[in-house]
């Protein structure tokens, strides 16, 4: 089984709103991804999450804040957006800690419209 | 630097044709590659990855890829496109210079099969 679940799958918000994208992953993976993408784009790399501890920030604004409450599930908590952040949010995760040979598996995402 | 280039924007075939989608990479060192495949408003879905040994590298749906080293490739082929095979392809490498998992993508490729 290589299922990553996300939720919610679509979200609107306002640039005032605090929200949050849940993602959860139970094949005992031990490294978590959070990825941006824009429309027909390739996916940006966000946040990196290591035996449950933040090992990447690709310099992300601090209107994203990335959680990671235990193994198996990793959060995004959004807050004051801006309408370019409009976007399909990814998470993956991978077995170990993210080594090189690893593969990362990707759910269905989050898409999110701040208005 | 690192980089990873897909220099067709779109591919059309017709089905049950052969299928490739292009993909050159730039690596200092060994390259780990990777071939994902995006349905519209889904996530992306892993097909195969070659790390090291045979040339001829076979994965999910069909679909196979060959290492090229002299000519630094890993083109994406399937003997015989299904309509199905039409979505969004990424190719990937690993960014061996950080720590963390990082996948360096492609711009993507579009490939259409018409009945």
């Known amino acids: 089984d290589t299922e990553v679940t996300q939720t919610p799958k679509h979200l609107v918000m306002g640039m005032t709103n605090k929200k949050s994208l849940k993602c959860e992953q139970h094949m005992g993976h031990r490294a978590m991804y959070w990825y941006k993408q824009k429309a027909k784009k390739p996916p940006e790399l966000m946040f990196v999450?290591?035996?449950?501890?933040?090992?990447i920030n690709e310099s992300v604004p601090s209107r994203f804040s990335p959680e990671c409450p235990n193994s198996s599930l990793l959060n995004l908590h959004l807050h004051a957006l801006q309408p370019e952040d409009s976007a399909l949010y990814l998470c993956a995760s991978s077995q170990g800690s993210g080594g090189s040979q690893e593969t990362q598996y990707f759910g269905p995402g989050t898409r999110l419209l701040v208005l | 630097a690192q980089s990873v280039a897909q220099p067709e924007d779109q591919v059309n075939v017709a089905e049950g044709n052969p299928l490739t989608v292009k993909c050159t990479y730039s690596v200092s060192g060994n390259p780990y590659l990777f071939w994902y495949v995006q349905y519209p408003n889904r996530g992306l879905q892993f097909l195969l990855k070659?790390?090291?040994?045979?040339?001829l590298v076979k994965g999910s749906y069909g679909f196979e890829a060959e290492f090229n080293k002299s000519q630094t490739s890993f083109h994406l082929k399937k003997p015989s496109a299904l309509v199905s095979d039409s979505a969004l392809y990424f190719c990937?490498?690993?960014?061996?210079?950080?720590?963390?998992?990082?996948?360096?993508f492609g711009q993507g490729t579009e490939l259409s099969v018409k009945p």
């Open positions: 070659y790390i090291t040994g045979d040339n």
């Open positions: 990937a490498v690993r960014d061996l210079y950080r720590q963390g998992g990082k996948l360096i």
């Open positions: 999450y290591s035996y449950e501890k933040l090992s």
